[in-house]
């Protein structure tokens, strides 16, 4: 059974940092492109940062380029989004995601993705 559970979210005051983590069961890293997602209340899901299984290079949005690293740990089956310097436009909820084909750029919408997770609400206060 594929399963993807996310943690870590949480309020935080502007410039500061959070780590989320995606626990992933079920799907093999290598053969999948995992991407975090984010939704604002109002606003559209948006792709925040996309890697592909294997360690090859990952792809930011712009508007999180420098701030936020997408990476795994495989020994633990998870999935990370370190995210520093937040800012007030970085509160959403977030959610991981897996699809079958590798990612070639940072921009994809939902219907891309195959798997999701239950996702983890971001807080930023100014």
């Known amino acids: 059974q594929v399963q993807l559970v996310e943690s870590g979210g949480g309020s935080v005051q502007a410039g500061g940092s959070l780590r989320l983590s995606c626990g992933y069961y079920g799907l093999a890293f290598t053969n999948y492109c995992w991407g975090w997602f984010r939704q604002a209340p109002g606003k559209e899901r948006e792709g925040v940062a996309v890697v592909n299984g294997g360690g090859s290079r990952a792809y930011y949005a712009d508007s999180v380029t420098g701030r936020f690293t997408i990476y795994q740990d495989a020994a633990k089956n998870t999935l990370y989004l370190q995210m520093n310097s937040l800012k007030p436009e970085d509160t959403a909820m977030y959610y991981c995601?897996?699809?079958?084909?590798?990612?070639?750029?940072?921009?994809?919408?939902?219907?891309?993705?195959?798997?999701w997770g239950q996702g983890t609400q971001v807080t930023v206060s100014s």
């Open positions: 995601a897996a699809r079958y084909i590798y990612c070639s750029g940072a921009y994809y919408s939902t219907a891309d993705f195959n798997y």
